[in-house]
C-alpha cells in the first residue's frame, strides 16, 4: 500500500462532523481562540509553542532524543487515576468544592510531576539511575520488575495498564529490532523527509499506534500518538534534519481527553444537553463510543479552522523591517496550536477543571 492509502485524520474528521448529534462547532470561539494565539505567537515570553522549553524534554538534536522520544510517544497514554471518577450532579451547590485527587505522581530534581510529565520525569529517572531503557534492545526484554521500579510513583497511585505498557514495550522492541536493525532513525530515513510517509510507516508496522474505529459503518482514524511522535521530532529537531518533513502541515492536532477541555471552555466547540448530563456523570467511555468519536473529530477540525483563522492573520500583517532587514513572520500550524492549548491547560488546570464541565474519560492506549 501506497502513502495515498492511508486515511487522513482530518480526512476522517470532517467525516465524522458532517454527521455529529452531539458536538458541533462555534465559530465565534473559533475566532477568539484564533485571536489568543496570534497575540500570543508575538509574545516573545509565551513558551507555549516552544517544544524545548520544557524542562523534562531532551534538549540535543542527535539520536538519543530520537530515541527518547519514541520510547515516551509509545508510552503516552491514559494518565488520569480511577479516583478521577468521583460522581457529580446537578444538584450539587454552586460553591461546591472538588476534593483533592490524587495521582501517578514522580518526584525528579524535587519537583512532582503528574500525568505525561509524570512519564517523562519517570524516564529521565530511570537514565540518571543507569536505566539503558531508551535502547530497544533493552525495553524488548525489559521485566516486569524492572519496568514497575522504573514506573513507579511517589504517591500511592500507580499508573495506569501497567500491563499493557509492558507488553507494548516487547512488542515495539521486538520490531524494532526485526524490522529496523534496532535503530528508529532507520524508519525514519524510510520516510524520505515525508510526515505522510512516516505516519504510514508508523500505523503499519506498530500495532499500538493504530489509532482507528468505525463510525457509522466507515473506518476513521484519529493517530493522536503516532502524530505526536512526529510532531515531537519535529520540535526537537527543529525542523532540520532528520525532523524536516515537507508536508509537515498535513498533521493535525493530537486528540485526546486535555485539549477538548479548553476548546469547551472557550466555546470553540460546543456539547448537547445529553452529553454534557453524561460528562456530568463523570461515567466511563468506551473506545469508539460516539460521544467519544465526535469529541475528538470536533477538536481536530475545530484546531484545523484556528488554524487557518491565525495564518489569515499573519498574512495580513504589514512587514516589519529592521536595519533593512524584513523579519520573517511566525509560522503556525495544527502541531503549534495543540502545544499552545495543551500548555496552557496544564497552566491553568485550576480555572479551567473548576469551570467546566469534567473531560471525557476513556481507559485506553491510544491517548
Known sequence: MSPNDLILPIESAEFVMQNAKSVSINQSGVDQLAQKIFQSLKDKNCNYFNWKSSTLNPKKMNEFSLNWIFLVDTLNFSFWSDNELIQVCDTLPNDFKRPSIEKYTV?????????????????????????PITEPFFYA???????????????SVQIPLFEQRLKILHETGRILIEEFQGSFLNLIKNANGSARNLLKLIVDYFP?????TVFLNRKVTFYKRAQILI??????????????????????MF???R????????????YSEDLKSFLKRNALLTSGARYEVEIRAASIVSCRMITQKVRKM??????????GVQIQK???NDILVDFYLWNYRVDNASEIDSNSLPFHKIRCIFY
Not at 208 to 212: G, K, V
Not at 314 to 323: A, G, H, R, T, W
Request: charged share 20%.
Open 330 to 332: 511566525p509560522a503556525i
Open 259 to 270: 485539549v477538548p477541555q479548553v476548546l469547551k471552555f472557550y466555546n470553540a466547540i460546543e
Open 314 to 323: 499573519i498574512d495580513s500583517e504589514k512587514p516589519v523591517v529592521i536595519n
Open 208 to 212: 499500538a499506534y493504530r489509532d482507528e
Open 255 to 257: 486528540a485526546d481527553y
Open 141 to 155: 526484554h525489559i521485566t516486569e520488575q524492572e519496568l514497575a521500579h522504573i514506573l513507579r510513583s511517589d504517591s
Open 231 to 252: 510532531a515531537d521530532i519535529w520540535g526537537c529537531f527543529e525542523g532540520q534534519g532528520i525532523g524536516f518533513f515537507n508536508d509537515i502541515d498535513m498533521i493535525t
Open 107 to 131: 518526584n525528579y530534581n524535587q519537583i512532582p510531576y503528574t500525568g505525561y510529565w509524570a512519564l517523562c520525569a519517570a524516564i529521565n529517572r530511570a537514565l540518571d539511575d543507569g536505566f
